[in-house]
């Protein structure tokens, strides 16, 4: 069974600071894509980078980067020069080739709050 | 270059009435997908369909009807709406595969 596991449930950070959110899955899928999306409190989710599991690099999006370490099962989400806006749920998920339904499976997601 | 909407944002209703919520992307992307998001479960899949006319179950798919007779709408259907269907609902879509799935705004439902 496929799963992502985010251990970080609230993070405080300061303002300019950079800060990385864990995230680690578990999944038998030959190939896979991983995930992640930002939930600020007005309640869209929108989505920040992809990484494929076969990719060589890591994935990056302008302040945003996946730091993929495949043999670790981990995808963790850095993001540079924080700002207030960056105050938002953030959530790892992934897809893999044997999901029967093509659902996109969700971890429980970090609350970050970045201070002034 | 709206991308995905959804459309009631809000909406009240009472038990046992009949609630339709529209989905609509402009990406002509194949795959389309009603999820719902409740404290405690996280988002959970409820249909997807992989293009016109092919619909499947997720995994919470009861109470609920889908259609889609065309590639960019996916309608949801609540034939007797619950309280238990109170939630928020998001529609997403993507290319399929491996890769991203786009969500709309959502739709906070609320059944009385």
């Given at each position: 069974a496929q799963k992502i596991t985010q251990t970080q449930p609230g993070m405080f950070v300061q303002e300019k600071e950079a800060v990385t959110l864990d995230c680690t899955y578990d999944t038998s899928d030959p190939s896979y894509g991983l995930f992640w999306y930002k939930q600020p409190s007005s309640g869209e989710m929108i989505f920040l980078i992809y990484q494929g599991s076969y990719d060589q690099q890591n994935a990056t999006e302008g302040r945003y980067s996946l730091n993929f370490q495949k043999a670790r099962k981990s995808a963790n989400l850095v993001i540079s020069?924080?700002?207030?806006?960056?105050?938002a749920m953030y959530f790892c998920a992934m897809r893999g080739t044997m999901n029967r339904d093509d659902k996109i499976i969700f971890g429980k997601g970090t609350r970050l709050h970045i201070l002034p | 270059d709206a991308g995905i909407t959804q459309s009631p944002r809000y909406k009240i209703t009472e038990t046992g009435r009949q609630v339709t919520l529209m989905c609509h992307q402009?990406?002509?992307?194949?795959y389309m997908f009603w999820y719902r998001q409740d404290l405690g479960h996280g988002l959970r899949l409820i249909y997807y369909s992989a293009a016109a006319d092919i619909t499947d179950k997720g995994e919470v798919p009861d109470g609920y009807v889908v259609s889609r007779s065309k590639t960019e709408n996916f309608p949801l259907t609540l034939e007797s709406a619950t309280r238990s269907q109170t939630s928020v609902y998001f529609c997403a879509s993507g290319a399929g595969g491996i890769y991203e799935q786009y969500f709309g705004p959502g739709t906070r439902l609320t059944v009385t």
């Open positions: 020069a924080s700002q207030l806006g960056d105050s | 402009t990406w002509s992307h194949s």
